[in-house]
């Protein structure tokens, strides 16, 4: 009985109808997510969605304003400081001592950490060309990125949370980098990124969430994204007659008409949907192909999505 129990491995990160309302804003409307060991798990969202808010409560730097969450099996708003010992966190600006030299800020944080990550922080400086003499406050931009993220990584975290980890970051580097966080997923670590790269997150990430004005309204595996979603376009005879609704499971995410094309993001679309359309009286021409994660995105995000197809395709 024993050895089942112990073979569940618990998500490493939970959370339940997250909500934070600030004074002129809901910046969190009710978040449901759950993250499993091992995983590249990246938050897409436009400016504004909501990602920073909920990596600070994952992070216990903000209290929600109602919801649970779990980080590590800890819970981040009782015990900020065990979860923030547990993790690696990478935040959009990140706020380093300007007055210290690299070295010194990798011995102050090393303090907080076992002897291992002294050398693992020495190492990764020289990895990435930075004098350990050198003031913080001397760094360009992209070498305080990466002053940021080797103190994230020196402890060796199992769960490496990171806002827009990669900007500053020149191609060379942010390449590297990026293969690092699938290596890490491959020895059961996981990583959670909020990004705006697509291309990037189409690199790294196995699975998506998608994040518009303060809900997360679609989690899924990449793979399943590529095959899931589709971009169909119908010509039509009259751009103003109405065309009978998709049958479920399909789920049109927009619908845009230009002159007397149709173009459509659906979810679920099958072979005999295609027929059907195909057959509708006024229709003249059908394509479909498998929708760019761009795409998927734009559609998400667009505003057109209402509550209820949101909620369905989460
Ligand atoms: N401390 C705060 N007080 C009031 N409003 C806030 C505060 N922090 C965030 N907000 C608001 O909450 C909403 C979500 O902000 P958040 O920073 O989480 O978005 P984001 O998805 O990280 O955006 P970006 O991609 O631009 O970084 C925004 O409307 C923002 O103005």
Not at 60 to 80: A, I, W
Not at 111 to 122: C, K
Not at 134 to 157: E, N
Request: overall charge negative; charged content about 25%.
């Amino acid at each position: 009985m024993n050895t089942v129990k112990n073979s569940v491995i618990n998500p490493v990160i939970t959370a339940e109808s997250l909500t934070m309302h600030f004074r002129r804003c809901d910046a969190l409307r009710g978040v449901d997510l759950s993250i499993e060991p091992g995983t590249v798990f990246a938050l897409l969202g436009e400016n504004g969605a909501g990602k920073t808010t909920l990596i600070r409560i994952l992070t216990g730097y903000q209290k929600p304003s109602s919801g649970s969450c779990r980080v590590c099996d800890l819970d981040p708003t009782r015990d900020p400081l065990g979860v923030r010992r547990q993790i690696g966190y990478v935040s959009d600006s990140p706020a380093l001592y300007d007055w210290m030299t690299v070295s010194q800020i990798g011995g102050f944080t090393a303090s907080f950490y076992d002897d291992a990550f002294r050398n693992h922080f020495n190492d990764s400086i020289v990895k990435y060309e930075i004098r350990p003499d050198q003031k913080i406050r001397s760094l360009s931009k992209g070498q305080r990125a990466k002053v940021a993220l080797s103190l994230a990584v020196a402890h060796d975290p199992a769960l490496l949370i990171m806002d827009e980890p990669t900007s500053g970051l020149d191609p060379k580097v942010r390449r590297s980098f990026l293969e690092s966080m699938i290596d890490r997923a491959a020895t059961g670590r996981t990583v959670f990124l909020a990004s705006h790269q697509i291309s990037e997150v189409e690199r790294v990430a196995d699975t998506v969430g998608i994040m518009h004005q303060g809900r997360i309204c679609f989690v899924a595996p990449l793979s399943e994204l590529r095959e899931s979603f589709s971009e169909v376009v119908i010509d039509v005879e009259d751009p103003l007659r109405t065309m009978p609704p998709l049958p479920s499971p399909a789920v049109v995410l927009s619908e845009e008409t230009e002159g007397r094309q149709r173009e459509l993001i659906v979810r679920h679309l099958k072979p005999e949907m295609i027929a059907a359309i195909r057959e509708t009286p006024g229709v003249i021409d059908i394509r479909h192909r498998v929708a760019t994660l761009e795409e998927v995105f734009i559609a998400c995000t667009s505003g057109s999505l209402s509550t209820d197809t949101a909620e369905a395709t989460a």
